[in-house]
């Protein structure tokens, strides 16, 4: 499985955005760029992926360089209930194919 | 937002006993999946399943394991005599075959071998 490189802690305030890295140097063609938060206690829940092209949706936005081999997953405003584990992952974008899942970012969220 | 049920929450065995983990995914999904994950730890991915047969399988999820849908609503994983470190969350998840979207994950039963 191709490798995904994101910080191990990151803080933020409350009402601000958040950009969370993530590299992938050995991305291939095929994998999509999948992005996970477990909360504290639940199990994972989907926040957005794609392929090449920025992706905006009602959880966060997700910004792809040019080249894929890194990406960021941003929240335009910060709320407590954003304090989670993120997950960058890659994958075919297959409905079969399962998810592999890295140690993530944790997010702390202060008020 | 259609869930993926797992019950029971909080599952307390001993040690050499047979468990049974139960998820009811949503109604129009067609892939299903187990994951666990040990206390402090990363999540794992143990297994997947369509169409009634296992598609892909982790060096984890030994003779011990098995998985099954009984029914054609409930989707269980079995372990056959479970051990201390078989303790953790585990969770079931499922996706459909569209792939706008993501896959829902269940909240979880946490197994608790004593």
Known sequence: DAKTTQPNSMESNEEEPVHLPCNHSTISGTDYIHWYRQLPSQGPEYVIHGLTSNVNNRMASLAIAEDRKSSTLILHRATLRDAAVYYCILSLNQAGTALIFGKGTTLSVSS | ?114
Not at chain 2, 1 to 16: A, D, F, L, R
Not at chain 2, 17 to 26: G, T
Not at chain 2, 48 to 73: C, H, L, T, W
Request: proline letters at 4%; glycine letters at 6%; a negative charge.
């Open chain 2, 1 to 114: 937002e259609p869930e993926v049920t797992q019950t029971p929450s909080h599952q307390v065995t001993q040690m050499g006993q047979e468990v049974i983990l139960r998820c009811v995914p949503i109604s129009n999904h067609l892939y299903f999946y187990w994951y666990r994950q040990i206390l402090g730890q990363k999540v794992e991915f143990l297994v997947s399943f369509y169409n009634n047969e296992i598609s892909e399988k982790s060096e984890i999820f030994d003779d011990q394991f098995s998985v099954e849908r009984p029914d054609g609503s409930n989707f269980t994983l079995k372990i056959r005599s479970t051990k201390l470190e078989d303790s953790a969350m585990y969770f079931c998840a499922a996706r459909d075959r569209s792939i706008s979207g993501g896959y829902t994950f269940g909240s979880g039963t946490r197994l608790t071998v004593v």
